[in-house]
């Protein structure tokens, strides 16, 4: 149970273009995801909470109208990163967790991995 | 706020034991995970604790102790393709927070 598929696992974009990231949940409802952000040889670090049919809330340093989160659905939320830049290349990780959950272990994602050149 | 600490790397000689700790500080405690995460790849779930006590699942064991804020995970019987980066994550009344990795690396 509690499987997550995020999409796509890979993308490489100019700068100055946006690229969006899917996050499933696949045999649950996900009330929550959570967004997290890894950069080489560093922890994950969460970037922003979204709970389905609110607004995210997005950690501090994490500009909201640069990574767009959208939680439309029990089962998919989508980051939508805004006029990629290259320092915006990082290993992009979603997880989420369903109703009554919250005492459970998260899954993740298997990860994007942006490249903006 | 919330905090952990981990070593940042072991080594150690395939087929033996490695044990590594994790030290936290939070507010609102549910439990204790860890996670294995490979070059490139996600971070693979691996084992949770929500109480005292020592949690079995194959050649990986998991331990924690909520009256001294600490657990640690080990791992029994090392093979190559456990090296990899470990880490440690407390639930609490915020999201998930991770501790900054424990790199393990196994050799011959």
């Known amino acids: 149970g509690a499987v997550v598929s995020q999409h796509p696992s890979r993308v490489i974009c100019k700068s100055g273009t946006s690229v969006k990231i899917e996050c499933r949940s696949l045999?649950?409802?996900?009330?929550?995801m959570f967004w997290y952000r890894q950069f080489p040889k560093q922890s994950l670090m969460l970037m922003a909470t979204?709970?389905?049919?609110?607004?995210?809330?997005?950690e501090q340093g994490v500009e909201k109208d640069k990574f767009l989160i959208n939680h439309a659905s029990l089962t998919l939320s989508t980051l939508t990163v805004t006029s990629a830049h290259p320092e915006d290349s990082s290993f992009y990780i979603c997880?989420?967790?369903?109703?009554?959950?919250?005492?459970?272990?998260?899954?993740f994602g298997n990860g994007t991995r942006l490249t903006v050149t | 706020g919330q905090s952990l600490e981990q070593p940042s790397e072991v080594t150690a000689v395939e087929g033996a034991i490695v044990q590594i700790n994790c030290t936290y500080q939070?507010?609102?405690?549910?439990?204790l995970s860890w996670y294995q995460q490979h070059d490139g790849g996600a971070p693979t779930f691996l084992s949770y604790?929500?109480?005292?006590g020592l949690e079995e699942t194959g050649r990986f064991s998991s331990f924690l102790s909520r009256s001294d804020s600490y657990g640690y995970l080990l791992l029994q019987e090392l093979q190559m393709k456990d090296s990899a980066s470990y880490f440690c994550?407390?639930?609490?009344?915020?999201?998930?927070?991770f501790g900054k990795g424990t790199r393990l690396s196994v050799i011959a």
């Open positions: 994550a407390v639930s609490g009344n915020t999201p998930l927070v």
């Open positions: 979204s709970n389905e049919g609110s607004k995210a809330t997005y």
């Open positions: 939070t507010s609102g405690f549910y439990g």
């Open positions: 604790n929500a109480l005292d």
């Open positions: 045999d649950f409802q996900a009330t929550t």
């Open positions: 997880s989420a967790r369903g109703r009554n959950m919250y005492n459970s272990p998260l899954h």
